[in-house]
């Protein structure tokens, strides 16, 4: 029984250790489950941005990722960072998925184009993308330029929408018209994928599709795929915040002043190192940069007057000049229509003012110290009052600093008098009597001091101008119609002061300066012209309308806060509602019952944009551009209808000629003379007219008698 017991407990361990084992063995490939890696970009496509997804698209395939995830939220960008993105995307050999969001995001411009690149396109709700028409990044393009660049883009965009199989001719319209398309537009077009509103229904929305990539075709494992984020790395993260216009542009300036303070002051050493390495940042962030070389040398001009100002008495002007060269200089600086990519007007006016006064006061004030009068020596003395001791006719001594000193005057002096120093001529003074000092030049130094006397006005000067700038922006006066969305240190607020007013206007307002921040919005109706767009109407017909729509906003508030732009929102909203509603409608129903048409617009842009505080208050459709083979159809169909009536009309007519002649045919039956009295009047009537023609009367019985005769026969 022992033994057979030890039997079973030996038989227990080795299944035991057997299954342990197993799960050893098994353990790793339970472990491998799909990685997905996932980036975020924001903002503007620059360099930076390029150089981190392409970094993320090798890291993917050298990782073998299921997928790579790119969320996307900008305004557009560079042209040439979003084709080297492009490249990378297209030649990639594990699939990509550009995932527009979070809502209210867009994938504008160049994200269009980034978009529709992938190997699944994939949008938020809430989000759009499209509005990719190229635009002048250093300078207005003319017509023949504007033209071959719009032709490029639009090749570009035809060849990444027939690789990736979507609709070329509507990837084709965001280039030429400009066109933008909400989620559930692109969605419907086949322009994108899937529609999902977060990450992990994403994935599991594209779970088991194939696509097709540089390697092959390879089918998505992405359901319980464990998300990897990427961050950009140090590099990354310094070529990001070097290439921002703003960034470069102070690198910039910093640069110029640390070289002029290494010239001013050699040896110093730290200011041109730390100039040096700004200005060569600078240099490379201008090269990344679509740059107007016409405002680095406005900059470059400025800051020459700035130093001359310090040199040349010029009383200012060569500062307000210097001020006027910069903001126009840092304007003209970078030349583009993204907002994300201008220097904010924030940043060119203070540091317009910070530059303007360091020269003016800071080095100003050092260099009018060199100038002053030496206090030591022979030059100290010159220009100091003595008291005479023995007469001076011409010679005698004076007393000056508690010394005797020999001293000669042109002008005779009595012990007492006073003296002042004109020149030091070895070991004897050259005085003048204080009477005639007056009219005396006392130095060359007070020369000088006299020439920049103009600057003791200029602080001044300055702190009327401060008080200029704090009163004008803390002091707003709003009209009947305008109301104020005030911002305190980035929370919503109100107005300190609005008398009559509820916070935010009409009328007066008083801020506080620099801490709070007022966006104007006009309370007033707003007719905005909706672009001609292009729409095809639930009977398959291929047309263009425009409109106008009419709105207001009622919340100021909200208008600013929900909402990014609510009028590029509401013009955004008006012109997707327009193509949605129109292909919904029948052609004969948008001729016929514009009525109904303009109703349900108005009521479905309400609907959406009153969460913005916008009310729409009408839609109209103004004009309906059809084809010209749908008018020539129109216009057959019209002929047509008019021969109908025509022919109606004309049988109509016949009909009731016919029962007339009846009606009388049965009158002359009836009366056989009524034939006879016809016959008279035809011939009275033949009578009254000029002509040729003879009539033979014939009796009446006499055709009867023939008529007998055909009888008895």
Same mark, same amino acid.
């Given at each position: 029984?022992?033994?057979?017991?030890?039997?079973?407990?030996?038989?227990?361990?080795?299944?035991?250790?057997?299954?342990?084992?197993?799960?050893?063995?098994?353990?790793?490939?339970?472990?491998?489950?799909?990685?997905?890696?996932?980036?975020?970009?924001?903002?503007?496509?620059?360099?930076?941005?390029?150089?981190?997804?392409?970094?993320?698209?090798?890291?993917?395939?050298?990782?073998?990722?299921?997928?790579?995830?790119?969320?996307?939220?900008?305004?557009?960008?560079?042209?040439?960072?979003?084709?080297?993105?492009?490249?990378?995307?297209?030649?990639?050999?594990?699939?990509?998925?550009?995932?527009?969001?979070?809502?209210?995001?867009?994938?504008?411009?160049?994200?269009?184009?980034?978009?529709?690149?992938?190997?699944?396109?994939?949008?938020?709700?809430?989000?759009?993308?499209?509005?990719?028409?190229?635009?002048?990044?250093?300078?207005?393009?003319?017509?023949?330029?504007?033209?071959?660049?719009?032709?490029?883009?639009?090749?570009?965009?035809?060849?990444?929408?027939?690789?990736?199989?979507?609709?070329?001719?509507?990837?084709?319209?965001?280039?030429?018209?400009?066109?933008?398309?909400?989620?559930?537009?692109?969605?419907?077009?086949?322009?994108?994928?899937?529609?999902?509103?977060?990450?992990?229904?994403?994935?599991?929305?594209?779970?088991?599709?194939?696509?097709?990539?540089?390697?092959?075709?390879?089918?998505?494992?992405?359901?319980?795929?464990?998300?990897?984020?990427?961050?950009?790395?140090?590099?990354?993260?310094?070529?990001?915040?070097?290439?921002?216009?703003?960034?470069?542009?102070?690198?910039?300036?910093?640069?110029?002043?640390?070289?002029?303070?290494?010239?001013?002051?050699?040896?110093?050493?730290?200011?041109?190192?730390?100039?040096?390495?700004?200005?060569?940042?600078?240099?490379?962030?201008?090269?990344?940069?679509?740059?107007?070389?016409?405002?680095?040398?406005?900059?470059?001009?400025?800051?020459?007057?700035?130093?001359?100002?310090?040199?040349?008495?010029?009383?200012?002007?060569?500062?307000?000049?210097?001020?006027?060269?910069?903001?126009?200089?840092?304007?003209?600086?970078?030349?583009?229509?993204?907002?994300?990519?201008?220097?904010?007007?924030?940043?060119?006016?203070?540091?317009?003012?910070?530059?303007?006064?360091? #020269?003016?006061?800071?080095?100003?004030?050092?260099?009018?110290?060199?100038?002053?009068?030496?206090?030591?020596?022979?030059?100290?003395?010159?220009?100091?009052?003595?008291?005479?001791?023995?007469?001076?006719?011409?010679?005698?001594?004076?007393?000056?600093?508690?010394?005797?000193?020999?001293?000669?005057?042109?002008?005779?002096?009595?012990?007492?008098?006073?003296?002042?120093?004109?020149?030091?001529?070895?070991?004897?003074?050259?005085?003048?009597?204080?009477?005639?000092?007056?009219?005396?030049?006392?130095?060359?130094?007070?020369?000088?001091?006299?020439?920049?006397?103009?600057?003791?006005?200029?602080?001044?000067?300055?702190?009327?101008?401060?008080?200029?700038?704090?009163?004008?922006?803390?002091?707003?006066?709003?009209?009947?119609?305008?109301?104020?969305?005030? #911002?305190?240190?980035?929370?919503?607020?109100?107005?300190?002061?609005?008398?009559?007013?509820?916070?935010?206007?009409?009328?007066?307002?008083?801020?506080?300066?620099?801490?709070?921040?007022?966006?104007?919005?006009?309370?007033?109706?707003?007719?905005?012209?909706?672009?001609?767009?292009?729409?095809?109407?639930?009977?398959?017909?291929?047309?263009?309308?425009?409109?106008?729509?009419?709105?207001?906003?009622?919340?100021?508030?909200?208008?600013?806060?929900?909402?990014?732009?609510?009028?590029?929102?509401?013009?955004?909203?008006?012109?997707?509602?327009?193509?949605?509603?129109?292909?919904?409608?029948?052609?004969?129903?948008?001729?016929?019952?514009?009525?109904?048409?303009?109703?349900?617009?108005?009521?479905?842009?309400?609907?959406?944009?009153?969460?913005?505080?916008?009310?729409?208050?009408?839609?109209?459709?103004? #004009?309906?551009?059809?084809?010209?083979?749908?008018?020539?159809?129109?216009?057959?169909?019209?002929?047509?209808?008019?021969?109908?009536?025509?022919?109606?009309?004309?049988?109509?007519?016949?009909?009731?000629?016919?029962?007339?002649?009846?009606?009388?045919?049965?009158?002359?039956?009836?009366?056989?003379?009524?034939?006879?009295?016809?016959?008279?009047?035809?011939?009275?009537?033949?009578?009254?007219?000029?002509?040729?023609?003879?009539?033979?009367?014939?009796?009446?019985?006499?055709?009867?008698?023939?008529?007998?005769?055909?009888?008895?026969?």
């Amino acid at each position: 029984m022992r033994s057979s017991a030890h039997l079973a407990c030996a038989r227990l361990a080795g299944l035991l250790l057997a299954l342990f084992a197993l799960c050893l063995a098994i353990s790793p490939t339970l472990a491998a489950s799909p990685q997905v890696n996932v980036i975020r970009v924001d903002g503007v496509i620059s360099p930076g941005s390029a150089d981190y997804i392409v970094t993320a698209i090798k890291q993917a395939e050298k990782d073998k990722v299921a997928a790579l995830v790119i969320e996307l939220n900008t305004p557009g960008g560079l042209d040439t960072s979003m084709r080297s993105i492009i490249m990378e995307m297209l030649a990639a050999e594990r699939p990509i998925v550009v995932y527009v969001a979070p809502s209210g995001a867009r994938a504008a411009s160049a994200g269009a184009f980034i978009t529709l690149a992938a190997h699944i396109a994939a949008m938020a709700p809430g989000t759009n993308m499209g509005a990719a028409s190229p635009v002048a990044m250093g300078g207005q393009m003319d017509k023949t330029m504007e033209r071959k660049v719009t032709n490029d883009a639009a090749a570009y965009i035809r060849t990444i929408a027939e690789k990736r199989g979507r609709p070329i001719d509507l990837a084709e319209q965001w280039v030429r018209k400009a066109t933008s398309t909400t989620e559930t537009e692109a969605l419907k077009s086949k322009l994108i994928d899937v529609v999902s509103p977060s990450l992990p229904d994403l994935l599991k929305s594209i779970d088991g599709r194939v696509v097709t990539t540089a390697a092959g075709k390879v089918k998505l494992e992405t359901k319980d795929a464990v998300i990897n984020r990427g961050e950009m790395n140090l590099r990354e993260k310094i070529l990001k915040i070097v290439t921002d216009p703003t960034i470069a542009y102070l690198l910039l300036i910093l640069g110029l002043a640390g070289l002029y303070f290494e010239f001013s002051t050699p040896g110093a050493v730290l200011p041109g190192v730390l100039g040096g390495i700004c200005l060569i940042l600078a240099l490379y962030a201008f090269q990344q940069l679509p740059i107007n070389y016409a405002g680095v040398l406005l900059i470059l001009l400025a800051i020459i007057m700035f130093i001359a100002e310090i040199k040349v008495v010029s009383h200012g002007v060569l500062t307000l000049g210097g001020v006027a060269a910069m903001i126009m200089g840092s304007m003209m600086l970078i030349d583009t229509s993204l907002p994300d990519m201008r220097i904010p007007l924030g940043a060119i006016f203070l540091t317009a003012g910070a530059t303007a006064a360091f #020269f003016f006061f800071i080095v100003g004030a050092g260099v009018r110290a060199l100038h002053q009068k030496t206090a030591t020596g022979q030059e100290g003395l010159v220009g100091e009052v003595g008291v005479v001791r023995s007469r001076l006719a011409p010679r005698g001594q004076i007393f000056l600093h508690g010394e005797l000193w020999n001293a000669e005057s042109e002008a005779p002096a009595e012990p007492g008098d006073s003296v002042r120093v004109a020149r030091v001529e070895g070991l004897t003074l050259q005085v003048v009597p204080v009477q005639r000092a007056a009219l005396w030049p006392r130095c060359a130094g007070e020369v000088r001091m006299n020439n920049v006397l103009p600057f003791a006005f200029v602080p001044m000067l300055f702190l009327i101008v401060l008080f200029l700038y704090v009163f004008s922006s803390s002091v707003k006066v709003l009209r009947e119609y305008e109301r104020a969305v005030v #911002f305190r240190l980035g929370r919503l607020s109100k107005a300190l002061l609005n008398p009559g007013g509820s916070g935010n206007g009409p009328g007066l307002l008083l801020l506080i300066p620099i801490i709070d921040k007022m966006v104007k919005v006009s309370m007033r109706t707003i007719t905005m012209d909706v672009p001609s767009q292009d729409a095809i109407t639930k009977d398959n017909v291929s047309l263009k309308v425009n409109a106008v729509i009419y709105f207001r906003v009622m919340d100021p508030e909200r208008a600013v806060v929900a909402v990014e732009d609510y009028l590029f929102a509401t013009s955004q909203m008006a012109q997707t509602t327009l193509r949605s509603v129109l292909g919904q409608s029948e052609l004969d129903e948008l001729l016929s019952e514009r009525d109904k048409i303009n109703k349900k617009l108005q009521l479905i842009i309400d609907e959406h944009t009153e969460p913005w505080g916008i009310k729409v208050s009408a839609v109209e459709v103004k #004009f309906i551009d059809l084809p010209q083979e749908m008018q020539r159809a129109m216009a057959r169909q019209a002929e047509a209808e008019r021969e109908k009536r025509a022919k109606i009309i004309h049988a109509e007519g016949e009909l009731q000629a016919s029962e007339k002649l009846a009606q009388a045919a049965k009158i002359i039956a009836s009366e056989p003379v009524t034939i006879q009295l016809r016959y008279l009047q035809t011939l009275t009537e033949i009578g009254t007219e000029k002509n040729s023609t003879i009539i033979f009367p014939l009796p009446i019985d006499f055709l009867q008698a023939f008529s007998g005769l055909k009888k008895s026969a």
